[in-house]
């Protein structure tokens, strides 16, 4: 059996979803936070100690105004009103990327991370304002500035995964086969799972059947 410690999700298609169903853009990402408790659930039921979601990226800040705003709201709602029953269900939150946005969205960030700091059962991983070329430039720097020599784990140890098991399964949904920018160092042996499903419709199920796959896996890692 593979060793499954990780799940990493590009979860793509909010916004389509919103406007297939004749609604806003927003109406798909309410509806995709949805899906988001569905799979933490499903995540800690199959024992899975690391899951990290792609919410927000450096390149997002492209997007119209009101949406980026909306999304920071809804994010703001759902910490202030489910923090506390994710410390009760003993989840760790830990944001990677840059804490640039709002002080009450950042005071609510901190504060997350601290109340969660020492939860085992499951660590969530929210990748937010980040950009994994924006990480590596940052990391090279780093060891640059610190005079410290380039190799592997000397590399890892400066990236916003330090002391994070690499992702053993990634699941992008919404019909699109492409990374964007999430985790590129850290996908080198990553199993890729691309889903027709946009994010919305994604369900408990669809997972159940993508861990199944990656047991099936003969994962040789370079070996014959």
Do not use: C
């Amino acid at each position: 059996m593979n060793r499954l410690n990780h799940v990493a999700i590009i979860m793509d298609g909010n916004g389509r979803w919103g406007l297939k169903h004749k609604k806003s853009r927003n109406a798909g990402h309410k509806a995709g936070l949805k899906t988001v408790e569905k799979i933490i659930k499903t995540t800690i039921k199959n024992k899975i100690k690391y899951l990290t979601l792609y919410a927000f990226s450096t390149e997002n800040w492209k997007r119209p105004k009101k949406e980026i705003n909306f999304l920071f709201n809804l994010l703001e709602n759902f910490l202030t009103e489910r923090i506390d029953d994710l410390h009760k269900q003993n989840i760790k939150l830990k944001i990677i990327g840059e804490k640039i946005f709002s002080s009450k969205l950042n005071k609510l960030l901190k504060l997350s991370e601290k109340k969660t700091l020492n939860n085992k059962k499951l660590q969530i991983n929210l990748a937010l304002n980040y950009g994994s070329k924006t990480e590596l430039i940052s990391a090279f720097k780093k060891l640059q500035k610190n005079k410290v020599k380039i190799s592997e784990s000397n590399i890892k140890r400066y990236l916003l995964t330090n002391n994070i098991p690499d992702p053993d399964i990634l699941i992008r949904t919404g019909n699109t086969q492409r990374l964007s920018n999430f985790l590129l160092w850290q996908l080198a042996y990553t199993e890729i799972f691309f889903e027709k499903k946009l994010w919305p419709d994604f369900n408990e199920k669809d997972f159940g059947k993508i861990l199944n796959k990656y047991q099936k896996i003969r994962r040789n890692f370079g070996r014959v």
